[in-house]
């Protein structure tokens, strides 16, 4: 069950990094919800970074909406990245 949450989790934070990113990003919902997961876990690294394990360590299953916050603000950056890297690639 935490396996089907953490996809639905993934999907609307992905979704919701794509509607605050500008510009278009080709990719399928599997792609938006490892975007979102991915997301997560960055925001959830920064947020341990910055704050420090106090934060990080309230629970396992825990929807705060400052983890919510942080796993959009890390989805964005991932998808920043994705774009970057993804940007640059040419079929010759």
Known sequence: M?????LVFGSVVGLVARA?????QPMGWLATAALGMIGSLVGG?????I????VASQG????TPGGLVSSI???????????AVA???RVV
């Open 2 to 6: 935490h396996i089907l949450g953490f």
């Open 73 to 83: 603000v890390g989805a964005i950056i991932v998808l920043w990245a994705y774009i």
């Open 51 to 54: 704050w420090g394990s106090q």
């Open 60 to 63: 396992s299953w825990n929807l």
């Open 87 to 89: 940007g640059r690639r």
């Open 45 to 49: 690294l920064l947020g341990r970074a």
């Open 20 to 24: 605050i990113y500008p510009g278009p």
